[in-house]
């Protein structure tokens, strides 16, 4: 009983440490139920929460296809209660309040792709791959239509990479540009990959490779 009561005091003169910390993730919403909500976000996961206990930011309700803000407390896991959503109607995010210099609009999941001249959401038009190191950053592999170039987008804020197309001596393409630090997409067993200076540093899932 002693050790709970310096516990409790612990936490009352640092409420910080004992309180997960609130977080939040923007997305596109791809399913709704009267309790549940499952986003995808731009990163391209996708996330389920429980919206039981949740207040709620909706005036004109949740539909797919909407845009929504989960807040919620501590490390995500699948189902985990949200405290809070804020949902943008697919219409008023249309109408382009959060358009960059390209014309994308952020709030409805788009950025620009270079090699594809053109606003694309990443979950729908590009590859995913995830870090071998596993540190859960992820990079979205995204071809131009002629696949003469790609184009890599990098979870942990890395600039974007443009690689060009090149023939393999013993057959195949690899996308790279010439000097040794660059990335190289090759497609492996199935699965496509980026590696550099030799090193595997993202891969396919193998249930994605499909």
């Known amino acids: 009983m ?37 986003i995808v ?10 919206t039981l206990n949740a207040k709620r930011d909706s005036p004109d309700g949740i539909l797919l296809e909407d845009t929504a803000t989960v807040y919620y407390n501590g490390k995500y896991s699948e189902g985990m209660s949200a405290t809070k959503i804020v949902v ?9 309040d959060d358009r960059d210099g390209h014309g994308c609009i952020g709030s409805a999941g788009y950025v620009w792709c270079e090699v594809q001249q053109n606003c694309i959401r990443l979950f729908e038009k590009g590859i995913r791959t995830e870090a071998i190191d596993g540190s859960g950053a992820s990079a979205f592999i995204v ?16 600039p ?15 996308w790279n540009v010439e ?27 193998k249930d994605e490779g499909k």
């Not at 790609?150 to 942990?156: K, M």
């Open 2 to 38: 002693k050790n709970l009561n310096v516990m409790a005091g612990v936490c009352l003169l640092a409420m910080t440490a004992c309180t997960p910390q609130q977080v939040s993730v923007k997305g596109v919403i791809s399913d709704a139920t009267m309790n549940t909500l499952t």
């Open 41 to 50: 976000s731009q990163s391209g996961d996708t996330l389920e929460f429980s």
């Open 88 to 96: 943008t109607p697919r219409e008023r995010a249309l109408l382009g």
């Open 143 to 158: 071809f131009s239509p002629d696949s003469a170039r790609v184009e890599l987008f990098f979870s942990n804020n890395q």
């Open 160 to 174: 974007n990479e443009i690689l060009d197309k090149r023939s393999l001596p013993s057959g195949g393409s690899v």
């Open 179 to 205: 000097d040794d630090d660059t990335k190289n997409v090759r497609l492996i067993d199935g699965l496509w990959t980026i590696s550099q200076r030799g090193n595997l540093i993202f891969s396919q899932k």
